[in-house]
Each structure stands twice: as C-alpha cells, then as structure tokens.
C-alpha cells in the first residue's frame, strides 16, 4: 500500500495520542489498518461506557497484564499509570497484583493429577 492508498485509522491515532498504544500493533496496524480499526472499536467498548469507573477499569487492565498468561510489562506499566492518574493508591495496586498470582495455581491444579498418573505408571512397569 502506498502513501497516497493509506487507510485512515482515527482510533490507532486516538489510542496513540492517549498514550494507550502497544507498539507491537504498528506492524499489524501497516499489514491491515482495517483490521486494527476494528479490534480498537472491539477492545474500546468497556472503555467508553459501562458502570465501572476508569480507575477500576484501569485496575483490571492491571490485572491482566499482570496475570502469567499475559505477562506484558509495558501494559501493566501504562494502566498502572492510567490508575494512578484516576486516583489509585498504591495499596489498590498492590492488591491487584497479589490478587493475579491466584491464577498460578491452576498450572498445579492440571499438572499434579498427570504427575500422580506417571508416577502410578512407572511403578507399575
């Protein structure tokens, strides 16, 4: 795609001005601006409107960076940020850090039992 074929992308721009932009989007935002724009319309919902106040959405967003399946330290650093800026404590923080680490468990909740298996199985050979 040329310069002069470039697809607007005004929600790539808006995250990117609001400092809520992984880089690791720009080589798909190059690939298929259409698809950018419409995963940021997707992943924007929660964010525009709803119940919950930005500071606990900034939380959650915590969270989920935070969490061991996602493991991404440059979103927990933005949401943290974002929090703060809407009134986090330090404590609030900390407690959704504290409270990420109760996923880890489950790697033992599906791997003991297998373990407990081979084990039965090599005795009994």
């Known amino acids: 795609m040329t310069e002069t074929e470039r697809i607007p992308t005004p929600l790539c721009e808006e995250h990117i001005a609001r400092g809520d ?18 995963y940021l319309a997707f992943r924007s919902v929660p964010h525009r409107k709803g119940p919950l106040p930005p500071k606990v959405k900034e939380l959650i967003m915590v969270a989920i960076n935070a969490a061991t399946t996602h493991l991404y330290a440059p979103g927990a650093r933005r949401h943290m940020r974002n929090a ?15 409270l990420t680490t109760v996923m880890g468990i489950h790697s033992c909740n599906m791997a003991i039992p297998i373990l407990m298996e081979e084990i039965e199985a090599a005795r009994q050979s």
């Open 21 to 38: 932009w992984n880089v690791l989007w720009d080589q798909m935002r190059e690939l298929d601006p259409e698809f950018m724009e419409a």
């Open 84 to 98: 703060i800026r809407h009134g986090a404590t330090r404590e609030e923080i900390l407690e959704v850090l504290q």
